[in-house]
């Protein structure tokens, strides 16, 4: 096997584990995540926006990793063309997710918060430059 599929194989997984766990945490914990947030943005523009933008987030977070997981599982079955697709599309709605969350941590002024996204959003960009065969 190529290590391109591995690549691919370990991205998928690592993304997809990644936004579901963080993904379902907001469903699950709701209440004490909408808290949390709402006192971290009482300060910022952002204040009166926290229960859409917290289900945007959540939305793009679950759409994230259960493309990237779908992806994973297809490349371990063979269907290589399919996990390519669904893991590109997972990893841009990744790549969405983490700006979204990056400019939110930026606005709030939260400077520290927005650096510990960049990891991950370098993680992505460079997973899309794998997976999608540049």
Same mark, same amino acid.
């Given at each position: $096997?190529?290590?391109?599929?591995?690549?691919?194989?370990?991205?998928? *997984?690592?993304?997809?584990v990644l936004f579901i766990?963080?993904?379902?945490?907001?469903?699950?914990?709701?209440?004490?995540?909408?808290?949390?947030?709402?006192?971290?943005?009482?300060?910022?523009?952002?204040?009166?926006?926290?229960?859409?933008?917290?289900?945007?987030?959540?939305?793009?977070?679950?759409? *994230?990793?259960?493309?990237?997981?779908?992806?994973?599982?297809?490349?371990?079955?063979?269907?290589?063309?399919?996990?390519?697709?669904?893991?590109?599309?997972?990893? $841009?709605? *990744?790549?969405?997710?983490?700006? $979204?969350?990056?400019?939110?941590?930026?606005? *709030?002024k939260d400077y520290a918060?927005?650096?510990?996204?960049?990891?991950?959003?370098?993680?992505?960009?460079?997973?899309?430059?794998?997976?999608?065969?540049?």
């Amino acid at each position: $096997m190529e290590i391109s599929y591995f690549i691919n194989l370990f991205t998928s *997984a690592f993304i997809a584990v990644l936004f579901i766990q963080s993904g379902l945490d907001k469903i699950l914990d709701w209440k004490g995540n909408l808290s949390w947030l709402k006192g971290h943005f009482e300060k910022s523009p952002l204040k009166n926006t926290v229960p859409l933008t917290l289900g945007i987030i959540t939305v793009i977070e679950v759409s *994230a990793g259960f493309l990237s997981a779908a992806g994973f599982v297809l490349y371990i079955f063979g269907n290589h063309q399919l996990a390519t697709l669904l893991a590109i599309y997972g990893f $841009m709605a *990744a790549a969405a997710g983490l700006t $979204m969350l990056f400019a939110g941590q930026r606005i *709030a002024k939260d400077y520290a918060g927005a650096a510990s996204l960049v990891p991950y959003f370098i993680l992505v960009l460079i997973s899309l430059f794998f997976v999608g065969g540049f």
